[in-house]
């Protein structure tokens, strides 16, 4: 008996021998197929995550381009506001200059006292950059005197320091001035000029247009034709 059971148990163990390989094969091909499930899931999420990824780029790319564009926007808008700025100075400054000149020879041929005296006193306010000041003696020559050879100088004087002082209304009413009060008078085409650059400065783009075209063709020789013909320019590049 027992040689009948030492038999049965060799040949169990030998029965699990021979299944051993049937069965590794069997768990190594499960784990194969886990394995091919567990790339296939893999390379899914990772065509989810480039793709999304992409569209994230795409998107960040385009709000860069709306930014890069609004900062141009801004930079060209502060440049043109600096450079009408500087313009405004050059070119008071160089009436300035040119007034002075026609001035000095003037005196020559008068006295320091009396109407010329007053008006030489407010137009060194004007020089000295003191406005406030400058702007009430003119007031007060105009007041006293406005009938005087002067006069329409002091008027367009006045204009002057409203528009550096940037208060467009009132230096557009001061040039109005010269051209109403006293026509035919030498400041004529720069009053005209000046009267355009504060409609321009006040939006009002349409009468800026108007007068400064008058300039052009009704002071063709003037200066103040050239400064009118390169504003206009300028208004059309800008689209004004």
């Not at 094969?25 to 065509?47: D, F, H, T, W, Y």
């Not at 999304?52 to 709306?66: G, P």
Request: negative net charge.
């Amino acid at each position: 008996m027992q040689r009948a059971l030492s038999g049965g148990l060799a040949a169990a163990v030998l029965a699990a021998f021979v299944a051993t390989p049937a069965i590794a094969q069997s768990q190594g091909e499960r784990i194969g197929a886990l394995e091919q499930r567990m790339g296939n899931v893999e390379q899914k999420l990772g065509n989810q995550a480039l793709l999304e990824m992409s569209r994230q780029l795409d998107a960040l790319s385009a709000e860069v381009r709306t930014l890069r564009g609004e900062l141009e926007k801004l930079q060209h808008e502060l440049a043109a506001a600096r450079s009408q700025q500087r313009d405004q100075y050059v070119d008071l400054d160089t009436r300035l200059r040119a007034a002075e000149t026609a001035l000095t020879t003037a005196q020559a041929t008068t006295t320091a006292a009396g109407p010329e005296a007053e008006y030489q006193a407010a137009f060194n306010l004007l020089k000295e950059s003191r406005y406030d000041e400058a702007a009430s003696a003119f007031t007060a020559f105009l007041a006293q005197h406005r009938d005087h050879e002067l006069a329409s100088n002091a008027q367009y004087w006045l204009g002057e320091v409203r528009y550096v002082k940037r208060d467009f209304p009132a230096a557009l009413s001061a040039f109005e001035g010269v051209l109403t009060g006293y026509p035919g008078a030498r400041k004529s085409p720069d009053a005209l000029l000046k009267a355009g650059y504060c409609h321009y400065e006040l939006g009002h783009f349409d009468l800026a247009r108007t007068a400064l075209t008058r300039v052009t063709q009704n002071f063709p020789d003037s200066t103040a034709a050239v400064e009118a013909a390169e504003r206009l320019k300028r208004m059309s590049a800008e689209g004004r």
